[in-house]
């Protein structure tokens, strides 16, 4: 680890903690609108890891996640660097926004660019003056408007060291997903750094179990790197990697009734739920397509034909994820 570390023009010393504001923009009455980050620095070298939030300005679990890792005590004992920025579309936030002011989608607009549209100006900037100073990074996401997921890790497991870290964070499922072009998780593979996107939730709204999950997670990945003390760890739940995920899609429109909560095991052909019109005269079965985990579903009742409803994860050995996963809940409650 460097003696010093440069952020936003200003130097941090290792031991040293701050909060820095890195210009982005300003509105239209030249209000300054700038991305708060905070940086931690241990005495003693290690890696530097950022974990981000709302890059969907909807996607507010993440935010959570963040705070309580900040008060956890043993950052005390912190080696190497961390890198928060539980806000990072600051725009989309304050207007309760999945996007921009431009209506693009900064998840697709890396690396950026300082002469391009304002979602290419801001990931330039995440570029810039965070992705390009780190090793490691942790990426909080949850599901889109309307729309609830189940904890979940997604990576390009083909890299042996996110594979090592997704297997760290200890969540029952990780999905094996290609990047997406313009996508931060794309921008770190070309970078050749490790990175992690956890999902899990639904966009404005907290929940509580994802939470938790989420702050256990970054945890353990922050010992298994050597940036916290280890200690024993309570036994964690089984990992298991999906090759494959499906969404079932709305037949017809209408009313949906669903009987098939998150973590569910469905069979191929199983009904997940009907679509029924106000007068009860149409009942028309959703079925799914493959089998699997019920990974995602919407929270809409209202659909149109080719509403995205269910989204199904397939696995080698189904019995033994749902298995995992009903063990889980019971120790939820």
């Known amino acids: 680890m460097e003696k010093e570390f440069s952020i936003g023009g200003q130097i941090i010393a290792p031991g040293e903690h701050r909060i820095v504001h890195l210009v982005v923009a300003k509105l239209y009455d030249f209000t300054e609108v700038s991305l708060p980050v905070e940086v931690k620095r241990g005495k003693s070298p290690g890696p530097t890891l950022f974990i981000s939030s709302t890059i969907h300005g909807d996607e507010i679990n993440g935010i959570e996640i963040i705070r309580r890792l900040l008060t956890y005590k043993p950052l005390k004992k912190l080696c190497g660097t961390l890198i928060t ?3 990072v579309n600051i725009f989309g936030f304050n207007t309760l926004s999945r996007y921009l002011p431009d209506r693009r989608d900064l998840n697709r607009s890396f690396p950026g660019s300082s002469k391009g549209s304002m979602a290419a100006q801001l990931a330039n900037l995440f570029t810039v003056e965070i992705l390009d100073k780190c090793t490691h990074g942790i990426d909080l996401h949850t599901g889109a408007i309307h729309r609830t997921n189940l904890p979940q890790i997604r990576g390009f497991i083909g890299d042996r060291d996110t594979k090592n870290l997704a297997f760290q964070f200890g969540v029952p499922v990780i999905i094996n997903a290609n990047s997406r072009d313009g996508s931060l998780r794309a921008e770190a593979h070309k970078k050749n750094i490790p990175i992690l996107l956890y999902e899990g939730g639904e966009a404005l709204r907290h ?11 970054i945890k353990a990945v922050m010992r298994a790197i050597g940036m916290l003390p280890s200690k024993p760890q309570p036994t964690r739940p089984e990992t298991f990697i999906s090759e494959k995920t499906v969404w079932v899609r709305a037949p017809s429109a209408g009313i949906l009734t669903s009987g098939k909560p998150l973590g569910a095991h469905v069979e191929a052909k199983e009904n997940l739920g009907f679509i029924r019109d106000p007068f009860g005269k149409h009942n028309v079965p959703v079925r799914a397509n493959v089998g699997g985990i019920v990974i995602g579903k919407t929270q809409l009742p209202l659909v149109n034909k080719g509403d995205a409803l269910f ?3 397939t696995f080698i050995n189904t019995h033994k994820v749902k298995k995992t996963l009903d ?5 939820e409650k």
């Open 327 to 331: 063990k889980l809940n019971s120790l």
């Open 311 to 313: 989204h199904i994860a």
């Open 207 to 217: 929940d509580e179990h994802v939470i938790r999950m989420g702050v256990n997670g």
């Open 85 to 87: 920025i539980p806000v």
